[in-house]
């Protein structure tokens, strides 16, 4: 049975800062649920990302937010020694800041940290999953190595 909807007032409260559009809404209303959305064409099927009302590739305007399994590979990563302040943002260690290519569809990618791996692990190319931290009271999805060393 389907949890009754977060209003859009609600959802913006949520996430003060984050720039939610008419687009985004369905992935903030996923984050909520712990479910990793991307947009997808109910035409040709391809995925994109970030969310846009038309389908790049075929023009439909049948676009719907799906699911992703969250399994990928590290594409970019890069270490934050500075940065604006952020809640859970350590930039000591540095900070990591991932572009994961999702197994879905070459070229589909989402942008997050990675948790429970010292930076020397971070490399491109490693096998990473999905997994869900809590930061300023709304669930995040963030990456963990597959292979931990
Ligand atoms: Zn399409």
């Known amino acids: 049975m389907a949890s009754p909807e977060v209003s859009d007032e609600d959802l913006v409260a949520r996430f003060p800062g984050e720039p ?12 909520l649920r712990r479910e ?6 109910e035409d040709c099927g391809r995925w994109h990302a970030p969310a846009k009302p038309v389908c790049p590739d ?17 594409y970019l990563a890069i270490f934050l020694h500075r940065g604006p302040d952020a809640p859970g ?3 000591s ?6 572009t994961v290519e999702l197994a879905e569809q070459e070229g589909l990618r989402f942008t997050s940290t990675v ?8 490399r491109i190319g490693a096998p990473v999953s999905l997994t869900w931290i809590d930061r300023a009271g709304v669930p995040l999805p ?3 190595l597959r292979d931990p060393r």
Do not use: K
């Open 20 to 31: 939610i559009t008419h687009d985004n809404a369905a992935q903030y209303r996923g984050r």
């Open 36 to 41: 990793l959305l991307m947009n997808r064409c």
């Open 58 to 74: 075929c023009w439909s305007w049948r676009v719907s937010a799906e699911p992703v399994s969250g399994d990928g590979e590290i």
């Open 89 to 91: 943002v350590d930039y």
């Open 93 to 98: 260690t540095p900070y990591p800041v991932v």
């Open 115 to 122: 948790v429970g791996a010292g930076n020397d692990a971070i």
């Open 142 to 144: 963030v990456f963990e």
